[in-house]
């Protein structure tokens, strides 16, 4: 009987380690391809690549309060005023907090605002293929 119980037990042990194990790699792979997608959208950012930009954007993109934005839209909008000032100097600080955005997990990197009331914020999700997109900046109301 204790033979028994031990095979269980040790059964038991052995699973969960591995689950232990498997969870690690893949909050690693998910990191590695976050940081991967970051480099990308940063070099972006800094050349002003639009192009490049326009296929890291997510299809459902939120900008200053729109739904659904074009990429046209969204980078009008950053020619006017110190957007693009204000998305470059935000990936060169890259201090990121992992939250909820719209009812999904989120990166979420906080931009410089154009006023010192409002708060500006750039959220990074994976689409339904677990790929990174930057799914919106937004400055939500206070």
């Not at 009987?1 to 969960?16: C, E, R």
């Not at 590695?32 to 990308?40: G, T």
């Not at 993109?61 to 998305?87: C, I, T």
């Not at 006023?115 to 914020?121: E, K």
Request: with cysteine; charged share 15%; proline share 4%.
């Amino acid at each position: 009987m204790k033979s028994a119980a031990w095979k269980v037990a040790t059964l038991i042990v052995t699973l969960g380690l591995l689950m232990l194990s498997a969870s690690a790699q893949a909050t690693s792979y998910s990191s590695s391809q976050f940081d991967s997608f970051f480099a990308k959208f940063k070099y972006s950012v800094m050349g002003a690549d639009t192009y490049t930009l326009q296929n890291l954007m997510s299809p459902t993109f939120d900008y200053m309060g729109a739904n659904n934005s074009s990429p046209s839209d969204v980078f009008k909008g950053l020619q006017g005023g110190n957007g693009w000032d204000n998305l470059q100097s935000a990936v060169q600080r890259k201090v990121f907090v992992d939250q909820e955005y719209d009812g999904k997990p989120a990166r979420v990197l906080r931009c410089t605002p154009d006023s010192r009331t409002n708060t500006c914020y750039i959220v990074f999700q994976t689409d339904s293929s677990g790929h990174w997109k930057w799914s919106a900046m937004v400055m939500p109301e206070k």
